[in-house]
Structure formats: C-alpha cells, structure tokens
C-alpha cells in the first residue's frame, strides 16, 4: 500500500455517522514492513503530515483528529513528542 493511500481510509467525511466502535484499533493497513523502511514511511509522512498542517492553518476550516490508543507505557506520549518536533522545526 502507498503512503498516499492510507489517509483516504481512515477520512471522516459524514461525522454524524461516525462511530469509533466500528473502527477495528489493530489495523494496520496491511503494513509489515522492516525497520529501515517504517523509518521512510515515517519520514515521508511527517512532511506531508506538515504540509497538510500548513493547509489546514492558512484554510481555518477543518481539522486533523488523531486517535491513539495503547497501553500505559506504550509509547503515545514519545509519538505526540516526535511528531510535534518534527512538525515545528518544518515551520
């Protein structure tokens, strides 16, 4: 699967419809992949992650909702702080 891809799967266009029940948490898009390649995943998809920012800012209209669901201790702290960095050394 493309990193272009995987957004248009996980789009909200009609939110009353909307229910988080319905949303399987262990999926993954099929994704299995090695380290090295998870790294250029990621790498590719912070910079669009801070372009689409930009967009989103300038538009003043729409929203980016992130849910992250895990365990105490799995590591959803260390990813907001990762992406965040990332996203304010691009502005």
């Known amino acids: 699967m493309k ?5 248009a799967r996980f789009r909200i266009d009609q939110r009353k ?10 999926e993954c898009c099929g994704l299995s992949i090695e380290k ?7 790498a590719q998809g912070l910079e669009r992650l801070a372009d689409m920012q930009q967009r ?13 669901q895990g365990m105490d201790a ?4 260390s990813l907001i702080k990762h992406v965040m960095r990332r996203l304010q050394r691009r502005n």
């Open 36 to 42: 090295t390649e998870a790294e250029t995943l990621l």
């Open 17 to 26: 419809h909307f229910r988080l029940t319905k949303h399987n948490p262990a």
């Open 56 to 68: 989103l800012y300038a538009q003043d209209q729409w929203a980016v909702l992130v849910v992250l």
């Open 3 to 7: 990193l272009e891809d995987i957004p």
């Open 74 to 77: 799995s590591g959803k702290d």
